[in-house]
């Protein structure tokens, strides 16, 4: 009898222990990198913690896999050679996928289609001569203006924007079509007189998905299933509703 | 064990039950498959809803929030209290007619083109015209015409992926049904097939073997083509063939060991052995029943004047005299050399004498002519007693000191 008990004593070890292991996992936690001053994608709120359609859904996304994930807040204009390099797993930002950005990293499926906005004075239209182009650096709309030849001054977040304009520093931006809906909204934009254009150029338009580091194609595969479940139980769109006034596609 | 009869084609129980089982084997298999066909069919459905039907269905109602968010826009483009949230409203209707799944919706793409034009149309005109209120009235509707038009569209796909799995679902079931129905038949089919080779036969070679016993008649067994069966059979039959030799073996010791060979009546042991119950049955139902010793004359004599072989012969034909005199309810043996004993039953003394007188006078009768000129004559002494009320040896005691005294009175007569 003993001898029986200490037979199934070790097959129970043995069937319950690599469930043990199997909860912590072999990555415990994700390192996300984040951006902030970009409303409403990713931003402080004024209760200090950090929320944004971006940041929210990639919660929503580490629940799914059943993982904790870190947000470490970087530049738009670091943020891409940071994943590159690994020293994030992915990054929870609002990325145009451009085959010189792939080069360079790895993304998700695209989770919505995003066109770019030009805002400036009164009358002023995009690649006119007086024009100076506020643009974020790092952003493919910065790539673009250059490309273009314009005159540009660049700024470190989306929040600078309205103070550059308002400062006058600059008389025209060019930004993602979501940012432009809290750029439009901000005081110093009330009473501007600016006035804006959809643009939708390849370059500047296109699908938006996570960077995600090329040392781990086995993250990209567990978010792209995390994103479809995302999608099917409805909380992509509670998010959506959260944040934006349309649903994305 | 001998070969089966000739002209009988046997088969063996395992080859045909083999085969049964194999055919069965089979037919249940393809009856599976072709169960298992709609089974395939139906999780094929299933995986249609949930990766194809219902994501798009989700798509639907995602262009329906859309329409619906143009509509609040237009409102507030049109009658927002301060200029960037008109403004604010244009972009978001720009934004959303700009959307990929409004722009590949013709109806949803040609209304958010409207709608757009109508917003920037009325930032010239004064609020409140109540043009505008009229043309904002019938986008409106329009907008909700459009939306119900693309929440059927979204349930469709659904409805009909859902009815096609009930469908072959229900199939589904039919077929099992049918599948369970033909399997319960051929299981009895199978359970009919074993009682018809095994255990019918069995149960009447049970019954042939219960009743085997050395008698002519053959046992009745079944005909049979299974090769086990047959087997059986042919043993069955081949123990009757021995049990038979048996019996006449056994006849044939018991006729020696209880018939004097010479005159073919019974020894004096087996007279002995038969005559005891039959005094005592006449005993018990108080009936009449006589005793008799008989002696042949001189026959010493016969012995030494003709030889040991006619004196057989006159032996031999003393016995067939008696056989042929006796009714069948009497006994008599051999008792000695020359000496005979006779139990006659139901027989008065007076009925016993005129008896014992016939045999007497048949015996006297007697005559064995031969080539050397004429045989011997023989005669009987006969002495009975009336044993209706003695036991046998008593009465045979008696018949014996009358025998005697049938002697001394000059033989050839009956005493007692």
């Given amino acids: 009898m003993p001898r029986l008990f200490a037979i199934l004593a070790v097959c129970l070890a043995v069937l319950l222990l690599p469930r043990a292991f199997a909860r912590t996992g072999a990555d415990?936690?994700?390192?996300?990198?984040?951006?902030?001053?970009?409303?409403?994608?990713s931003f402080v709120a004024a209760d200090g913690h950090l929320t944004g359609f971006n940041v929210e859904l990639a919660r929503e996304l580490c629940a799914t896999m059943q993982v904790r994930c870190d947000f470490v807040v970087s530049t738009l204009a670091e943020v891409v050679d940071a994943v590159s390099r690994g020293l994030f797993d992915f990054a929870a930002v609002s990325l145009v996928i451009t085959p010189e950005r792939e080069r360079k990293v790895l993304f998700s499926k695209p989770y919505y289609r995003s066109l770019s906005a030009w805002v400036a004075t009164q009358g002023l239209q995009p690649g006119a001569g007086r024009a100076t182009v506020a643009v974020v650096r790092g952003s493919v709309q910065a790539a673009h203006a250059r490309a273009q030849g314009w005159k540009i001054l660049e700024v470190g977040h989306h929040a600078e924007i309205p103070e550059a304009a308002a400062s006058g520093k600059a008389n025209a931006a060019l930004l993602p079509m979501l940012t432009m809906l809290s750029f439009l909204q901000h005081p110093a934009m009330a009473s501007s007189g600016w006035e804006y254009q959809l643009l939708t150029e390849p370059g500047i338009s296109g699908n938006v998905g996570f960077a995600i580091t090329p040392a781990r194609p086995d993250l990209r595969e567990r978010l792209n299933q995390a994103i479809d479940r995302a999608r099917a139980d409805g909380r992509f769109d509670r998010i959506n509703s959260a944040f934006l006034p349309f649903r994305l596609k | 064990m001998t070969p089966p009869p000739s002209g009988q084609r046997l088969r063996p129980a395992a080859r045909v039950f083999g085969a049964v089982a194999a055919g069965f084997l089979l037919v249940l298999v393809g009856l599976m498959s072709w169960v298992a066909v709609d089974h395939y069919e139906a999780r094929q459905t299933a995986i249609s809803v949930t990766s194809r039907s219902l994501p798009q269905s989700l798509e639907r109602l995602r262009l329906v929030r859309n329409l619906e968010a143009l509509r609040i826009e237009g409102l507030r483009a049109v009658n927002g209290p301060t200029e960037e949230s008109r403004r604010h409203a244009r972009f978001v209707i720009d934004l959303i007619a700009g959307n990929p799944d409004v722009r590949q919706d013709p109806?949803?793409?040609?209304?958010?083109?409207?709608?757009?034009?109508?917003?920037?149309?009325?930032?010239?005109?004064?609020?409140?015209?109540?043009?505008?209120?009229?043309e904002w009235d019938r986008l409106s509707r329009a907008i909700a015409i459009v939306a119900d038009r693309v929440t059927a569209d979204g349930m469709a796909g659904i409805t009909a992926d859902a009815e096609r799995m009930e469908a072959q679902v229900r199939h589904g079931t039919y077929k099992l049904l049918a599948v369970v129905l033909i399997a319960v038949m051929a299981m009895l089919g199978f359970l009919v097939m074993i009682e018809r080779v095994f255990i019918r036969p069995l149960a009447r070679i049970d019954v042939a073997l219960a009743a085997l016993d050395g008698k002519p008649e053959p046992p009745s067994l079944p005909a049979t083509r299974t090769r086990e069966i047959a087997s059986i059979n042919q043993a069955t039959l081949a123990l009757h063939a021995a049990m038979r030799e048996n019996e006449r073996i056994r006849a044939?010791?018991?006729?020696?060991?209880?018939?004097?060979?010479?005159?073919?009546?019974?020894?004096?042991?087996?007279?002995?052995a038969e005559a005891g119950p039959a005094v005592a049955l006449a005993h018990r139902h108080r009936r009449a029943v006589t005793v008799a010793m008989a002696d042949l004359d001189h026959f010493k004599r016969v012995?030494?004047?003709?030889?040991?072989?006619?004196?057989?012969?006159?032996?031999?034909?003393?016995?067939?005299?008696?056989?042929?005199?006796?009714?069948?309810?009497?006994?008599?043996?051999?008792?000695?050399?020359?000496?005979?004993?006779?139990?006659?039953?139901?027989?008065?003394?007076?009925?016993?004498?005129?008896?014992?007188?016939?045999?007497?006078?048949?015996?006297?009768?007697?005559?064995?002519?031969?080539?050397?000129?004429?045989?011997?004559?023989?005669?009987?002494?006969?002495?009975?007693?009336?044993?209706?009320?003695?036991?046998?040896?008593?009465?045979?005691?008696?018949?014996?000191?009358?025998?005697?005294?049938?002697?001394?009175?000059?033989?050839?007569?009956?005493?007692?």
Avoid at chain 1, 28 to 41: N, T
Avoid at chain 2, 114 to 129: E, H, K, L
């Fill in chain 2, 252 to 272: 044939g010791l018991e006729a020696l060991a209880t018939t004097d060979a010479l005159t073919q009546l019974s020894n004096r042991r087996h007279f002995m």
């Fill in chain 2, 303 to 416: 012995n030494d004047e003709h030889g040991h072989a006619v004196g057989d012969a006159v032996l031999a034909q003393v016995g067939s005299v008696f056989r042929a005199s006796l009714r069948a309810t009497d006994l008599c043996c051999r008792y000695g050399g020359e000496e005979f004993a006779f139990l006659f039953p139901e027989t008065s003394l007076a009925d016993a004498h005129l008896l014992a007188d016939r045999v007497r006078v048949a015996v006297e009768q007697l005559r064995f002519p031969s080539d050397t000129g004429p045989g011997p004559r023989v005669s009987l002494s006969i002495g009975i007693a009336d044993a209706s009320t003695l036991e046998l040896e008593a009465a045979l005691g008696l018949a014996d000191e009358a025998l005697y005294r049938a002697k001394r009175g000059g033989r050839n007569r009956v005493e007692g």
């Fill in chain 1, 28 to 41: 415990p936690v994700l390192r996300v990198g984040v951006i902030v001053d970009s409303r409403p994608m």
């Fill in chain 2, 107 to 134: 109806e949803s793409a040609m209304l958010a083109g409207q709608i757009a034009d109508f917003v920037r149309a009325s930032v010239a005109r004064a609020p409140g015209d109540p043009e505008v209120e009229r």
